[in-house]
Every structure is written in structure tokens, then in C-alpha cells.
């Protein structure tokens, strides 16, 4: 008789546990949850920036006593998001899903953000801490979550990634040649600037992207030679991922807007029918 009852039991205690779910889901996507993570989240990244300056001093507590709430809120969070995991991953398997939302970006930001309320406490005097509290920073990152904007940029280096990476390696080939052979040409003339291939990196990088810091640089003629052509390729070169990204954004702005006006078009349509 139990083996006739078990199945139906299991069937409305998994048909229970999906209406949790999704009402848990549901409440994350309100305003007031997001208005109340956005507060917390820029709150913090605020405080953080204060208690850098000295006048902060006697606000520390403070500080600390808000980042900690913040924490604790984030800890609330992080534990919705990873029971409700199976409301965002519906294809997948209860435990599928958690582990999925674990190890994604925003699963790893969400967990950052606990940091400081799990370790603070418990390991309060260890010569690590600011490593925990440095981490603590990434949570700017949050804010992509509740930002279109940023959320368009993602979509906009997700379309384009193939040519990105195309482009990308193409520089970094260049890169990676020049600063070999510029280390070859500068090492007798200035060893102590040129002390290691990692120096020509450094001047490679520092000389495609045309920034010019001055703290290191070729004295001969063949060094200056290639100094100058390097400046030259590196405008070029910069100048392929900026279109690439430039176009791919404008073609999704206008996509979006194509789509805006196809919807106002038939809702006035529909209005005219009416």
C-alpha cells in the first residue's frame, strides 16, 4: 500500500516545493527586493570609499556595523537565490541548478558578498583578513544584475566575442614579437631598463596603446626606430576592437529600436481595429 501511496506523495511534494520556488523567484524580481539591494549595494561600496579618507576615523563603527548588515542581507539573498535556483534553471534538476547558479558570475559575486559576515567574526585576528575585505570589493559587480545598461554592454561583447578574440590575439602575437626583439636591440645599451624580456612586454604594451609613461623607452637608433613604427601599428590596431564594439552596439540599439516601433505599431493597430 506504501508503494502505491509514495509516487503521488513524492508528486505534490515536488508540485509544493515548485510553488515555493517560484513565489521566492517571483519576490526577487520585485521592485522593493531590488530597490532594497541597490541601497545596501551602493551603501557599501560607499562606505567603503569613506573609510579610506582619515576623517572617517570616528565613523568606523559605523562602517562596519552598516557593511556588516549589508552582509547579512547579501547572506539572505544568496540563500533565496540558491533555493529558487530550479525556478531560473528549468531545464535542470534541483540540485542541477544550484550548482549551476554556484559556480555562475552572478553565483560567485553573490557569494563574495558574504564574505565579510561568514569571516569576519570567526576569524577576526588572522593576518589575511584584508584579502576578505579586498574580495569584498568585487561586489560593485552586483550592480550589473540591476543595470540595463550594463546588461546591454554584456550582450553587446557576447555578439562580438569571436572577432574579439580574433582581434585580441592578433595584438597580443604582435605584442609578444616586439617586445622579444626590442629586448634584444636594448639589453647591451640599457640592461637596467631592459633587464628581462618582461621589461620589452612591459615597453611593448606600454608603447601599442600609445600611453607613454616614460619609465622606459629605446636609446638606439634601430630601438627608436621601432618605437616609432610600433606607435604607428598600435593606433591601427587599438582602433579594430573600438569598431568592432562600436558597430555591434549601434546595430543592437537600432534592432531594439526596430522592435519598440513594431510594438507601438501594433498596439495602435490594434486600437484602430478596435
Known amino acids: 500500500?506504501?508503494?502505491?501511496?509514495?509516487?503521488?506523495?513524492?508528486?505534490?511534494?515536488?508540485?509544493?516545493?515548485?510553488?515555493?520556488?517560484?513565489?521566492?523567484?517571483?519576490?526577487?524580481?520585485?521592485?522593493?527586493?531590488?530597490?532594497?539591494?541597490?541601497?545596501?549595494?551602493?551603501?557599501?561600496?560607499?562606505?567603503?570609499?569613506?573609510?579610506?579618507?582619515?576623517?572617517?576615523?570616528?565613523?568606523?563603527?559605523?562602517?562596519?556595523?552598516?557593511?556588516?548588515?549589508?552582509?547579512?542581507?547579501?547572506?539572505?539573498?544568496?540563500?533565496?537565490?540558491?533555493?529558487?535556483?530550479?525556478?531560473?534553471?528549468?531545464?535542470?534538476?534541483?540540485?542541477?541548478?544550484?550548482?549551476?547558479?554556484?559556480?555562475?558570475?552572478y553565483g560567485i559575486i553573490d557569494f563574495v558578498a558574504i564574505l565579510p559576515f561568514v569571516v569576519i567574526y570567526t576569524y577576526q585576528d588572522s593576518p589575511h583578513l584584508h584579502l576578505v575585505v579586498l574580495a569584498y570589493i568585487l561586489i560593485i559587480f552586483k550592480l550589473i544584475r540591476y543595470s540595463r545598461s550594463f546588461r546591454l554592454i554584456g550582450e553587446v561583447l557576447h555578439a562580438v566575442r569571436e572577432e574579439l578574440v580574433t582581434a585580441y590575439t592578433a595584438c597580443g602575437i604582435m605584442l609578444g614579437f616586439l617586445g622579444i626583439l626590442m629586448y634584444y636591440i636594448e639589453r647591451y645599451a640599457q640592461p637596467e631598463a631592459f633587464a628581462n624580456i618582461g621589461d620589452g612586454f612591459w615597453w611593448a604594451i606600454v608603447a601599442f596603446t600609445t600611453v607613454g609613461y616614460g619609465d622606459i623607452y629605446p636609446i638606439t637608433p634601430l630601438g627608436r626606430l621601432l618605437s616609432s613604427l610600433i606607435s604607428l601599428i598600435g593606433i591601427a590596431m587599438i582602433a579594430i576592437p573600438t569598431g568592432i564594439i562600436s558597430s555591434a552596439f549601434m546595430n543592437m540599439m537600432l534592432d531594439k529600436r526596430k522592435e519598440r516601433e513594431e510594438k507601438d505599431k501594433e498596439k495602435t493597430d490594434s486600437k484602430n481595429n478596435l
Do not use: C
Open 1 to 105: 500500500m506504501d508503494s502505491k501511496l509514495y509516487p503521488p506523495r513524492m508528486a505534490e511534494l515536488e508540485k509544493g516545493y515548485k510553488l515555493v520556488y517560484g513565489k521566492i523567484h517571483e519576490q526577487l524580481k520585485r521592485k522593493w527586493f531590488q530597490y532594497t539591494e541597490l541601497f545596501f549595494i551602493v551603501g557599501s561600496i560607499a562606505s567603503i570609499i569613506y573609510s579610506s579618507f582619515e576623517i572617517s576615523a570616528p565613523f568606523r563603527a559605523q562602517l562596519f556595523l552598516f557593511n556588516y548588515i549589508a552582509s547579512f542581507v547579501f547572506t539572505i539573498e544568496y540563500a533565496l537565490r540558491l533555493i529558487s535556483a530550479p525556478m531560473q534553471y528549468p531545464n535542470k534538476r534541483g540540485w542541477q541548478a544550484r550548482l549551476k547558479y554556484v559556480f555562475s558570475f
